[in-house]
């Protein structure tokens, strides 16, 4: 299976690493034509704010819209999450407002502005390592959306269909599992779309 990392801003060579620590190959993506070759995307941590620029000035809105459209898998991480989403608290513009949830930026105030954790995420056995730094909390969730973990009663992982959503930074740490979680969702799809 072959993975696209959107690499306009943020923590792409990481993603891309643990992605190939899974067995997926792995490629960043610069360009719109690139996500034909790829059967699945990760958005990766960054600044939500400047990556929705780019992705707006480099066509991307439409072009990751029509990806998602046939079926391909969509993973957004820490700031990918907030580009995601439908709805960002406050009176900020949402981005790809795919996923059904609204989000608050920076939600962990100055003092938790980053720290890591074990979390526990529904389908993967055993308690991931997960790092946040300045992350997003999911407020709320639309019906089809299913809470894969919570942190202090607060949702920070979340799935709706081929849609995965993660408040922190799975890349950050040797523990591929999140990302494994991610590349089955990739093979299964590409398997209904044969
Ligand atoms: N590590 C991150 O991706 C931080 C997200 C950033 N605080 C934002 O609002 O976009």
Redesign the pocket.
Known sequence: MKVGVLALQ?AVAEHIRSLEAAGAEAVAIKRVEQLDDVHGLIIP?????TIGKLMRKYGFMEAIAEFSDKGKPLFGT??GL?VLADRIEGDEEAHLRLMDMTVA??AFGRQRESFETDLTVKGIDEPIRAVF????LIKSVGDGVDVLSEYNGEIVTARQGSLLAASY?PELTDDYRLHAYFLEMVKEAAAASV
């Open positions: 943020g941590g960054g600044e939500s704010t820490c700031a907030i930026r920076n730094i300045r992350a997003p930074h």
